[in-house]
Each structure stands twice: as C-alpha cells, then as structure tokens.
C-alpha cells in the first residue's frame, strides 16, 4: 500500500521558517509530479506549490510566492518545503500529494493528487 507521511512542522513566529518533508513507501516518485497543500479548519485544501516529475518545473500559490521552495529528490523518494518569511496566515495542516498520471503535467488541482498521509500542523503566531 501507498503511504506518505509529512514532517516538519511546529509553532514559530511571525517572521520564521520551517522545513517540511514528505516520505513515500510503497512507490517511487520518480515518474510523477507531486504538489503541497494545505487545509485550515472550515476551509477547502487549497494548493500551495508543484514539482513536476523530473523536479525541472516548479510553480506555486501567489499567496506563498517567493517565501516557499519546492525541493525534492526521487532516489530518496523524499520531498520537501522550505517555507520562509511564515505568516499567520499560513497556518495551517499541510500535505503532500502525488499526482496521479505518471510522468503527466502536474496541475495545482487537489483533485488530481492522491493524498495518502496525515499531514503536519503548522501554526504561526503573530
């Protein structure tokens, strides 16, 4: 079975950083793209940023452009967000997704991902 687990995140003020991982077992994410997302309570997941499957393109929200980086590295089949300049309202649980066409274009639609982990909470205090 597919699994993906989140790490990484945790209360920091305004102002600071977090680095998120995402592991996967059960696959490889070598032949897809893969996304982050996040979900505030009462709120729809809402996309965050992409690394298509060869980690050549990468886009993201405009709410967190240029203070998060998308990274990942697929002999470790691990990803990661490094998240800079943290806003109260980035608050939220964050996931990971994978998306589900091998090798296709990876869009910012969760519904095009497969979701398969718990996320991690972050939570950024004024």
């Known amino acids: 079975q597919a699994q993906l687990v989140e790490s990484g995140g945790g209360m920091v003020q305004a102002g600071g950083s977090l680095r998120l991982s995402c592991a996967r077992s059960?696959?490889?994410?070598?032949?897809?793209?893969m996304g982050w997302f996040r979900q505030a309570p009462g709120k729809d997941r809402e996309f965050v940023g992409l690394i298509n499957w060869s980690g050549v393109n990468t886009a993201y929200a405009d709410s967190v452009k240029g203070r998060f980086t998308i990274s990942r590295d697929n002999a470790k089949n691990t990803m990661h967000l490094q998240m800079n300049s943290l806003k109260p309202e980035d608050t939220a649980t964050y996931y990971c997704?994978?998306?589900?066409?091998?090798?296709?274009?990876?869009?910012?639609?969760?519904?095009?991902?497969?979701?398969w982990g718990q996320g991690t909470q972050v939570t950024v205090s004024s």
């Open positions: 059960g696959g490889t994410f070598s032949s897809y793209g």
């Open positions: 997704g994978v998306h589900k066409t091998p090798y296709g274009r990876t869009w910012s639609n969760p519904n095009e991902y497969n979701f």
